[in-house]
């Protein structure tokens, strides 16, 4: 099983600024994603983050709001841009091998927008 | 369009009772469906993943099954203990894929002492 760290783990940002989130492994992963959990609701896929080239982004989610980067096969980030209360979330970053392997997820960065 | 839905949406039961936990999905052309713990305001951890080909897999106390032709996977945890309090997702591959995943909206599960 992989080892997910997640920074921060909680904050409290002002609207209109930004906040970026970390997503560092234990090991070299094929897939990484950032999901979205809004509060009392299930997950919520953004993206899909391609080591070395513009992530993959759902329908509803883009990049200007969702800046993510991925340097290498065990880090990438997120960014939430210009937030406003409405991104209030709990952002979760997960990792998953080739094919038909199990998915581990971090342990999750709760954002409140004021 | 793969939907997944899961039954009860809340559970509230005294301890040592065995439970069942329901969840159903749309489109049976999966590759595998796997099964979360999430504590409140936590990530997730991983319980089970069960393959297509399979039909049930088992950790302790936990045992999952998949009936892909009838779109419907359980989660059976036996003897409930407070400690197993939380919320469980089961999440399955989008339509046509394997890697991201689509989730339903969780049984949130309180065993009392």
């Known amino acids: 099983s992989a080892v997910i760290s997640q920074k921060p783990s909680r904050d409290i940002c002002q609207r209109g600024t930004s906040l970026t989130i970390q997503c560092q492994v234990d090991?070299?992963?094929?897939?990484m994603f950032w999901y979205r959990q809004q509060p009392g609701q299930s997950l919520t896929l953004i993206a899909t983050?391609?080591?070395?080239?513009?992530?993959?982004?759902e329908s509803g989610f883009v990049i200007d709001k969702f800046p993510i980067s991925r340097p290498n096969l065990t880090f990438s980030t997120l960014t939430v841009s210009n937030m406003s209360p409405e991104d209030s979330s709990i952002y979760l970053c997960?990792?998953?091998?080739?094919?038909?392997?199990?998915?581990?997820f971090g342990q999750g960065t709760r954002l409140t927008v004021v | 369009k793969q939907e997944v839905t899961q039954i009860p949406a809340a559970l509230s039961v005294p301890e040592g009772e065995n439970l069942v936990l329901n969840c159903s999905f749309t489109?049976?052309?999966?590759?595998?469906l796997q099964w979360f713990r999430q504590d409140p305001g936590k990530g997730l951890t991983s319980l089970l993943l069960?393959?297509?080909?399979?039909r049930e897999q088992t950790s302790g106390r936990l045992n999952a099954s998949l009936d892909k032709s009838s779109g419907r996977s359980t989660l059976y945890i036996a003897a409930s203990q407070p400690g197993d309090s939380a919320t469980y997702l089961c999440?399955?591959?989008?339509?046509?894929?394997?890697?991201?995943?689509?989730f339903g909206a969780g049984t949130r599960l309180a065993v009392h002492p």
């Open positions: 997960s990792v998953k091998g080739h094919l038909n392997t199990e998915a581990f």
């Open positions: 090991s070299q992963v094929t897939m």
């Open positions: 983050a391609n080591q070395g080239s513009e992530a993959t982004y």
């Open positions: 489109d049976s052309a999966i590759y595998n």
């Open positions: 069960i393959q297509s080909s399979q």
């Open positions: 999440a399955v591959p989008f339509s046509g894929g394997y890697n991201k995943l689509i």
